[in-house]
């Protein structure tokens, strides 16, 4: 595990004891390691909240570990949890012991897995757009033709009233040509009755008139 151990008692406090494996995490020789500072691989993009909360934790004499971002010397970002640690003699703190776990890959794994979520959650939100979009077509082709529907069960219901009231008319329209016609008819016979032994030849015609009239009425009636 690369590790270090800084001296809080000297100013800056230097790193005063680096191993091997950390000089494989950071690219850095020995010498160019000691004296510094264990904030040696912060870069543009480590958080600067991570070296606050470190520094508060130790001068609380409290342990601490932090997921950062670090560069190492050619530059190339590496994600580690970080552990720093106070080192107490005789009830005061001697020395930051400070760990490294690189979880560069682990890191890059959980960013594929979370673009890939954000991927997955952007075509769920296209498509459930779309199905919201064909919902809303769906509902509006619905609603087209329940008042298709409704303007036919109206017009389905005037033409019923429509054939009423035809039937109605025609029943009224018949049955007062009936009445027209008996009234023609009955005109005629009294007509008939009166020219009784006068005038054969209006007596016949008035007589051919009420056949002709009785006929029609019972054409009609038909």
């Known amino acids: 595990m690369p590790m270090l151990i800084a001296d809080p008692t000297l100013p800056d406090i230097p790193i005063v004891f680096t191993n091997a494996a950390f000089t494989r995490l950071s690219g850095y020789a020995r010498e160019q390691i000691l004296g ?4 040696l691989l ?20 409290e342990p601490i570990v932090r ?13 580690v949890l970080q552990h720093v640690a106070p080192v107490f003699e005789e009830d005061r703190i001697r020395h930051h012991f400070v760990s490294f776990v690189d ?43 329940t008042e298709v529907e409704r303007v036919l069960r109206n ?9 009423r009231d035809k039937d109605n008319l025609m029943k009224e329209v018949n049955h007062r040509v009936k009445n027209t016609l008996q ?16 005038e054969p030849a209006v007596q016949k015609a008035l007589h051919s008139a009420v056949e002709r009239l009785d006929r029609m009425a019972e054409i009609h009636e038909k």
């Open 67 to 79: 997921q950062v971002r670090l560069y190492r010397r050619d530059g190339k970002p590496l994600w």
């Open 103 to 145: 979880i560069t890959e682990r890191k890059a794994a959980e960013d594929g897995l979370r673009q890939l979520n954000e991927e997955l959650d952007h075509r769920v939100s296209v498509r459930t757009g779309r199905l919201d979009e064909l919902n809303r077509q769906l509902a509006a082709e619905v609603e087209r033709r």
């Open 42 to 61: 912060s870069g543009s993009g480590t958080d600067p909240a991570v070296a606050r909360a470190i520094g508060l934790a130790l001068r609380a004499g």
């Open 183 to 198: 009234m023609a008819s009955s005109f005629l016979r009294i007509q008939l009755d009166l020219t009784h032994g006068r």
């Open 36 to 39: 510094k500072s264990y904030h």
């Open 155 to 163: 017009t389905l219901a005037d033409k019923d009233v429509l054939l």
